[in-house]
């Protein structure tokens, strides 16, 4: 008996529409902000091409926040498509949240396209109030605006989510799992990863958002009252609190498509174990605590926390990527797994997921940090999750949701130009930081430039192989017939 037969799941018939909505959007958006990327990276090659400062910086600006929200509302929409198979969801609130974030969207690219705001998604305080004459109050408002409309977009669908999961497991500690993983109760084999990866998300997300609320509340009072001068310090913890927190929840939400797509393909069920929950639980409480790592060159930090963040950074993620990789090559293993573009995509996003992992923990090493955080080591780290972990497993769920598996050798030499590409950008962004090549430089030094080069022709492969995998996907989208997960019969 399926799940939507036993009246708890959302119909397929209401939740579909919304789903192609946010997809649709969300793999436009991708391959637009890529050309962004392309063309920041051929500046700094100075061979191809040449920007003003003022336009790289916000080039750069609408590059970090809109890979970051965008990642953000498509991992979601996988995160919502699989929760509503066990949850009674509501897709009106789900579309009243890619409503009020277009909305915020608008407001973002308007104040860097419009008002020439240009302090990067960081928005680190004071710089939104110090531009230099570079752009006025009224754009920075509208950008700190947009990013906190952004941020009650997503309350509203999390305490949707929230809510459905009290009604049907109690509690949220009952969805993560944690009867289960004291010994209260006994294991359930057809309690869903999903639900666990859910119940973790609206945890550390909503605390994330809500930290995020204040600090752009703050920044938004401080430019319209600049007398109301909030500690510096505080408010740069603030804003990595809220940012790494969201970064992290993005990659927990996404990794649902590989729990619910990959035991298809292999004809074997992904359960949940003690382990399983135990890494999920102790990821809860890392993701929460790691954040200093990101703030190891402020002298002013308390040793401890700097101690907690290079400490905490060895072991955060690893319980859930180990139990998530090492189910994943277990199922893989001599399973007869059909390979497409689909199955392709979500084994490649394991590998972008671990491989990613490494440069991070180098960085977040306190001695290291000191000579490689302002270097192009730190955005190396991050693409490696993002465009090979993140970003496949999206195009991985959306690319089974219309079937385009279906387009065989065609999807498997798109997944080749994609994962070809993109390890040659991350390859590329390491090597500059190996060499001390400086983060956030609009104009690079002539001995810098080829890496810069090297950067934007890998940034074109990759966006060739995103328009390869997505143009079908979109060809199709509209009178798609969304594919079945199969969920019930696994349970």
């Known amino acids: 008996m399926t799940t939507t037969e036993l009246g708890y799941a959302t119909p397929e018939a209401q939740r579909a529409p919304v789903v192609k909505l946010y997809l649709g959007i969300g793999l436009l958006v991708f391959a637009g902000l890529m050309l962004v990327g392309v063309l920041m990276r051929a500046a700094q090659g ?32 996988v995160n919502w498509y699989f929760l509503s198979q066990h949850v009674q969801l509501n897709p009106k609130i789900f579309l009243a949240t890619l409503l009020l974030s277009l909305v915020a969207v608008a407001m973002i690219v308007g104040s860097i396209l419009l008002g020439h705001f240009a302090a990067a998604w960081t928005f680190l305080y004071p710089l939104p109030a110090f531009s230099l004459g570079q752009w006025s109050k009224g754009a ?13 977009a997503f309350l509203l669908v999390y305490l949707d989510m929230g809510v459905a999961i009290v009604r049907r497991y109690g509690s949220i500690a009952r969805a993560l799992g944690l009867p289960m993983l ?67 929840a993005t990659i927990y939400s996404a990794v649902i498509a590989v729990y619910e797509i990959l035991p298809l393909y292999a004809r074997r069920p992904w359960r949940v174990s003690r382990p399983f929950l135990a890494a999920w639980l102790a990821v809860t ?14 002298f002013a930090m308390p040793p401890w926390m700097a101690i907690m963040g290079q400490i905490v950074s060895y072991a955060s993620g690893i319980p859930v990527l180990v139990m998530t990789a090492f189910g994943g090559l277990m199922l893989v293993y001599r399973s007869g797994i059909r390979w497409d573009a689909a199955s392709s995509l979500l084994v490649l996003s394991l590998f972008g997921w ?17 000579v490689m955080h302002n270097t192009l080591w730190v955005p190396g780290h991050f693409h490696f999750y993002l465009l090979l972990g993140v970003l496949p497993m999206v195009l991985g769920f959306a690319s089974y949701l219309c079937a ?20 040659l950008l ?13 983060r956030r430089f609009a104009v690079h030094e002539e001995s810098w430039q080829w890496l810069g080069n090297v950067g934007a022709l890998s940034g074109g492969i990759v966006l060739i192989g995103t328009l390869m995998i997505a143009l079908p996907i979109l060809q199709k989208l509209p009178r798609a017939r969304l594919a079945s997960t199969g969920i019930g019969a696994r349970a």
Do not use: W
Request: hydrophobic residues 60%.
């Open 46 to 77: 100075a061979a191809m091409l040449t920007l003003a400062p003022d336009v790289f910086y916000q080039l750069m600006t609408l590059h970090g926040a809109g890979m970051v929200g965008t990642a953000g509302l498509a991992a979601l929409a």
């Open 140 to 152: 920075a408002l509208t950008f700190v605006g947009g990013l906190l409309l952004l941020g009650v």
């Open 404 to 423: 385009n598996g279906q387009q065989g050798r065609t999807g498997l030499v798109a997944v080749a130009v994609y994962a070809t590409g993109g390890t």
């Open 354 to 370: 671990a491989a990613g992992i490494i440069p991070a923990v180098i960085d977040g090493m306190i001695h290291v940090n000191l």
């Open 182 to 248: 004291f010994g209260r109760e006994p294991i359930d084999a057809t309690h869903s990863p999903t639900v666990v990866a859910s119940a973790m998300v609206l945890i550390v997300n909503v605390a994330g958002i809500a930290v995020g609320a204040i600090v752009l509340i703050m920044t938004m009072l401080h430019l319209i009252y600049p007398a109301l001068a909030p500690d510096a310090l505080l408010m740069k913890n603030l804003i990595f609190f809220f940012g790494h927190v969201f970064i992290n």
């Open 426 to 438: 991350c390859l590329s962004f390491l090597v500059s930081g190996a060499l001390s090549v400086p």
């Open 285 to 298: 409480l890392m993701v929460l605590a790691v954040y200093p790592h990101h703030l190891l060159m402020d």
